[in-house]
C-alpha cells in the first residue's frame, strides 16, 4: 500500500487538502442501517453479559474448551484468511488449507472469499470511503458500526477492480463459499455448544451462553480491535504518514496482529512484525507447520528494507527503541 504521503502531493496548500476532505465527506450518502446485523449484534453481547454472569458455575474443562474454540478461530483468522488467503505471505499444502477453512469457520466472520477481497480492498483504500472500515469516521464506524450499515459505493466500487483469481482458483476457499452458513452454523455454534454438553456433561445453557455466545463475542472484538485500536492509537516506527500504528493492546487481544503499522508498511511479511516476539504465535503456528512441510515460501522483508524505510518514512524517536 501506498504510503499518504504519496497518495496526497506534499506541494498542495493545506487548505486545498482540507477542501477537498471537506467535500468528499459531503458528498458521502447517509449510512443506511441494516437493522438485521443491528439486532444479531445487540442480542449477541446480551447473551455474551449472561455467559460471563454463568463463568463461575462451569466446569473447569469448560473453560479450557472456551480457551480453544477460540484460540482456533483465532488462527483461522490471523493465519488463514489474513496472512494466507488476503496477502499470500506463505503458500500452505492442501491438508492445511483445509484444516484453515475450517478454523475460520469457528471464528464466524465470514466467509474467506468475502472477508479476503474486503481486506485487500481496505489494503488499497486505507482511510478512505473506499476502506470498508474507515478509521476517519470514528472509532464505533471502525469497531463495529461498518457492519450496521450497508457498504460506501466506493468499497464495491474497489473491490470488483481486485484481481481475485487466486481466490476462484482455490477450491476450499469455493467450497466453504458455498457452504458457508451451514459449516459456520457447524463449528461455530453447534461444535462448541455440544461437546462440553455431551462428553462432560455441562449444563446445555451454561454451555451455549459461554462456549458460543460470550466466545464468539470476544472473538470478534478482538479482530475489530485492529480495525479500530490499532488504526488509531499507537507508535509509528516505520511510516508515520499512515494511521495504522503498533498497539501493544491489539496485540494481545489478537496473538500477534497488533503490529499494525509495520504490516501496513510490509504487508507480504508473513509475521506481520519485525523483530522475534512472544506475542505473535500466528508466526509460530506458522513456522511450526512450515518445519512439517505444510506451510512453504514464507515471504519476509528484508532488514535493509526495513530500516531504509524506517529512516525514510518512520517517526525518528522511536528508531533507537522500539525493539524487543
Known amino acids: 500500500m501506498a504510503p499518504r504521503s504519496e497518495r496526497v502531493t506534499q506541494l498542495e496548500p493545506v487548505n486545498s487538502v482540507e477542501k477537498k476532505y471537506s467535500e468528499t465527506t459531503q458528498k458521502r450518502p447517509a449510512p443506511q442501517i441494516v437493522w438485521k446485523n443491528v439486532y444479531f449484534m445487540a442480542v449477541l453481547h446480551l447473551l455474551a453479559l449472561y455467559g460471563i454472569y454463568l463463568l463461575p458455575g462451569a466446569n473447569l474443562r469448560t473453560w479450557l474448551w472456551t480457551w480453544l474454540c477460540h484460540f482456533l478461530g483465532g488462527l483461522g483468522v490471523t493465519c488463514g484468511v489474513h496472512r494466507l488467503w488476503s496477502h499470500r505471505s506463505y503458500k500452505a499444502t492442501w ?32 482511510e478512505t470511503d473506499g476502506d470498508p472500515h474507515n478509521a476517519k469516521r470514528g472509532f464505533v464506524f471502525a469497531h463495529i458500526g461498518w457492519l450496521m450499515v450497508k457498504k460506501h459505493p466506493d468499497v464495491i466500487k474497489k473491490g470488483q477492480q481486485l484481481d481475485l483469481s487466486d481466490l476462484y482458483e482455490d477450491k476450499i476457499v469455493m467450497f466453504q463459499r458455498r457452504h458457508y452458513k451451514l459449516l459456520q452454523t457447524l463449528f461455530n455454534v453447534i461444535l462448541p455448544t455440544a461437546i462440553p454438553w455431551y462428553f462432560w456433561n455441562e449444563n446445555f445453557l451454561i454451555a451455549f451462553f459461554i462456549c458460543y455466545a460470550f466466545r464468539y463475542a470476544v472473538s470478534l472484538n478482538a479482530t475489530w480491535c485492529v480495525n479500530s485500536l490499532a488504526h488509531i492509537w499507537g507508535s509509528k516506527p516505520y511510516d508515520h504518514n499512515i494511521n495504522p500504528a503498533e498497539n501493544l493492546t491489539v496485540v494481545l487481544a489478537t ?48 532488514k535493509d528494507s526495513i530500516l531504509k524505510r524506517r529512516i525514510r518514512t518512520g517517526d525518528l524517536r522511536q528508531l533507537n527503541n522500539h525493539n524487543d
Request: with cysteine; charged share 20%.
Open 255 to 302: 496473538g500477534g496482529e497488533g503490529f499494525h503499522n509495520f504490516h501496513h508498511t510490509f504487508p507480504q511479511d508473513y509475521a506481520t512484525r519485525e523483530y522475534g516476539s512472544p506475542w505473535n504465535p500466528s508466526k509460530w503456528f506458522i513456522d511450526g507447520c512450515a518445519m512439517l512441510g505444510l506451510a512453504y515460501d514464507l515471504k519476509t522483508a528484508s
Open 95 to 126: 491438508p492445511l488449507r483445509l484444516a484453515l477453512m475450517f478454523m475460520n469457520c469457528v471464528a464466524g466472520q465470514n466467509d474467506i472469499f468475502e472477508w479476503a477481497r474486503d481486506h485487500r480492498v481496505h489494503h488499497k483504500c486505507s
